[in-house]
């Protein structure tokens, strides 16, 4: 979502703002701004879109503070105009704030009785104001925030800067992350280490509920009761995330060609390949033949990685599994079996609904356990168990290496929960481990395609609508297939389970719609074909995605057919996942849209 940073410095602040910003441009935004002190005074200068417009304006109008705030907006409270841009200010305070305040109607309200008008369509202005009334009615700074935080509902990161207060700035966490950090005759804030990463390796996570008053010579941390409280520096790896597009046109492109080196990432964790087993951490909190089910709760990309999951667990561990969209597991408040296991994936590790959720399965006593890429987000540190997916930065908000990354982390840990259910015999897992160490070569060859699919997307970037086709573990790869479009180039898409296909889809099938069937050689690849012929006998375009063998046993009626390598059907999703990414960025690309920030999507989800 939104991005925090705040500088105490000793030269101008406000290019390194910017810089830091841009940083954060990963995780969507529509404007931005920043305030410094100007011998003393508050000072902003805002723009909408892009950060580039915000560096003209700069340019145009610069400030010299050493101190001040930046901000990059996801709009959630009126139009992303600059009269709506962070930072909000009053004469006497500047605010910046990811989340949401979800009484601040009520607080508007109260401030209006006493002549506090504001001048915004944003929930953020309340907290300016009431740190505003605060400090009129005669409080200090710190004071002033104290009191305020008490009167907000909801979740939220926030950095004030105060009229003449020229080495001085608070921040507060209460749900969205935020870090202290510690530099050379500097302090810093920010919403992620990425941010702070050019300044400082040396961070201060704040939990849940804290408030830091930061001044030049260091950080005083109190707690949601106002108690002073000691929180762990630690040395962030964030450094090794300064990372540019290469020779590639969009960070997107790069990530996905990044995935033969990220996946073998990923296996060297999990895998000893020397002996052809799975290797986990010894000190699990829980037995997986103890286990009496498996609970995995995601957002977006990272659900339809766990419904993959679901399909391993269950047929290679014979461990049953319920999986729900986070956003709807927290409020269905369902009944859990004693000695459950609750898995949680995210890439990003501050999903707000996954983290709710997780702290709903920890008060029933659940093991908790997480698939995370930040292992210093809030749900690492909230998890007895990290299962790191090891992917690197991803930069393009729509998920790709992360996405296959997770996917290789799940089959790991489906193999080793197999062998101590005693589900596996070593055989059977030496297989399985023997097809995971081929993946990065499979996963080349499939890239290997990219060619042929740019023609396709040329076509694909003229539909209304396009229909994605899938059975079995193919079926979550045709939904992330059918996401991936509609994130990136706005054309609608959906995935179905092929066998759905006459249960209602089969109405829209018409010689405009594209459908793309995902359907390698496996045990359900014949059923798949099958259903595919009911499209082509109604003037479907079928564009299918399969192997040398499948293609074989097509017939006619495909208008193209993207070949992928012939790999072992426990990986088979994995590698399909290669040609539905290339399919949706060239059509993306065929139609010109921003394809590494896709308009109202953020990469990181931090609030409901």
């Known amino acids: 979502m939104c991005g925090i940073v705040g500088i105490i410095g000793v030269e101008p602040v406000a290019g390194r703002l910017v810089d830091a910003l841009k940083r954060l441009e990963y995780r969507g935004y529509d404007s931005a701004g920043v305030a410094t002190l100007e011998e003393g005074e508050i000072a902003r200068r805002r723009a909408p879109g892009k950060l580039a417009n915000l560096a003209g304006r700069l340019a145009d109008e610069p400030l010299s503070g050493r101190i001040g705030i930046g901000h990059t907006r996801w709009a959630t409270h009126g139009a992303p105009t600059e009269q709506n841009a962070h930072p909000h200010a009053t004469a006497r305070v500047a605010v910046v704030h990811n989340g949401i305040i979800e009484n601040f109607r009520d607080l508007l309200a109260d401030l209006a009785r006493d002549g506090y008008q504001p001048q915004t369509q944003t929930d953020t202005e309340s907290v300016a104001l009431w740190a505003t009334r605060e400090l009129d009615n005669g409080a200090d700074p710190e004071l002033a925030v104290s009191r305020t935080l008490k009167q907000l509902r909801g979740a939220f990161a926030l950095a004030f800067l105060f009229k003449g207060e020229e080495a001085l700035l608070i921040g507060a966490r209460r749900g969205a992350p935020l870090a202290i950090g510690h530099g050379k005759d500097e302090m810093y804030l920010g919403s992620d280490a990425m941010a702070l990463a050019p300044f400082t390796s040396r961070l201060t996570y704040l939990q849940d509920g804290d408030w830091a008053v930061v001044t030049a010579e260091g950080v005083t ?10 929180r762990d520096m630690q040395v962030s790896q964030a450094s090794a995330l300064l990372v540019d597009k290469g020779n590639h046109r969009h960070f997107m492109a790069k990530e996905i060609y990044e995935q033969p080196e990220t996946i073998s990432h990923t296996l060297s964790h999990y895998l000893d390949m020397a002996s052809g087993t799975v290797s986990l951490r010894e000190d699990l909190p829980f037995d997986f033949d103890d286990l ?98 090891l992917c690197g930065p991803e930069i393009g908000v729509a998920s790709t290496k992360a996405f296959t990354a997770q996917l290789v982390s799940l089959a790991s840990i489906a193999i080793a929960a197999g062998r101590a259910r005693g589900a596996l015999t070593p055989q059977v897992e030496r297989g399985l481990v023997e097809a995971l160490i081929g993946l990065p070569s499979a996963v080349s060859q499939a890239l290997a395609a990219e060619e042929q699919i740019v023609e396709i997307a040329r076509h694909l970037s003229r539909a209304k609508d396009v229909l994605y086709l899938g059975r079995g573990p193919m079926f979550p790869i045709a939904m992330e297939g059918a996401l991936k479009l509609k994130e990136i180039s706005y054309i609608h898409a959906e995935g179905y389970a092929a066998g759905e296909l006459k249960h209602g889809p089969i109405a829209l099938i018409d010689e405009d719609m594209p459908v793309i069937v995902v359907a390698p050689s496996d045990e359900l690849a014949e059923k798949t074909l099958s259903n595919m012929q009911e499209v082509a006998a109604r003037g479907g375009r079928i564009i299918l995605i399969t192997d040398e063998e499948g293609a074989r046993t097509v017939g006619h009626g ?11 059907s426990f990986v088979s999703p994995i590698v399909a996942t290669v040609p539905v990414q290339l399919l949706a960025y060239h059509t993306a690309v065929a139609m010109g849209t921003d394809v590494d920030q896709p308009r109202n999507l953020a990469k990181s989800v931090t609030v409901e």
């Open 221 to 230: 941390i109190r707690d949601a009761h106002d108690a002073v409280v000691a």
């Open 558 to 568: 495909v208008a193209e057919t993207i070949l992928m390598p012939k790999v072992d």
């Open 292 to 389: 009496s089910r498996m609970t995995i709760s995601a957002c977006g990309t990272a659900y339809y990685a766990g419904c993959v999951g679901k399909y391993w667990f269950e047929r290679h561990a014979r461990l049953p599994v319920d999986i729900d969209v986070a956003s709807e597991f927290r409020y269905r408040e369902p009944p859990l079996e004693k000695n459950g296991l609750s898995l949680f994936i995210s890439q990003s590790g501050e999903t707000a609904d996954t983290l709710a959720a997780l702290r709903y399965c920890a008060g029933q006593g659940q093991h908790i356990a997480s698939l995370i890429n930040t292992l210093e987000s809030t749900i690492a540190r909230e998890s007895q168990v990290v299962f790191p997916i």
